[in-house]
């Protein structure tokens, strides 16, 4: 599904697909935790802080952004969203590809 087509004007094969990847990523099986980007709701546990997350800036070589941005492409996400999935998954010094497919199908990336 591109972004820039409204759910009203999906056919109903599309719909489905973007209903299958929702329930994927956010499904009633998945915990809270499970789910990095959104904090559990209610208070914290007494003792623990949250700390709200805020947009960062990685600075990368040209040809670093490329390969990542190309790898990305090739799996329909975001070089953003692969560098914040590859951030959390702590994937330093693994396979691109291999760590992309992984967080997909864990359903932290999303393919766009």
């Known amino acids: 599904m591109t972004t820039s087509k409204r759910i009203a ?21 998945k915990r809270w935790s499970d789910l990095a980007a959104i904090a559990p ?9 949250r700390r709200p997350l805020r947009p960062r800036s ?16 090739r799996h329909g996400v975001t070089a953003s969203g692969v560098v914040a999935g590859l951030a959390l998954q702590a994937a330093a010094g ?3 590809d291999r760590a992309i497919d992984r967080l997909i199908k864990r359903g932290i990336l999303t393919p766009a």
Do not use: C, F
Request: aromatic content about 8%; overall charge positive; cysteine-free.
């Open 9 to 29: 004007h999906l056919s109903a094969p599309e719909y489905q697909s973007y209903v299958k990847r929702l329930e994927r990523r956010y499904g009633p099986e």
């Open 41 to 49: 709701p209610g208070r914290p546990v007494k003792g623990s802080k």
């Open 58 to 73: 990685v600075k990368l070589p040209d040809r670093v952004w490329r390969t990542l941005a190309s790898a990305a492409q």
């Open 94 to 96: 693994e396979d691109i």
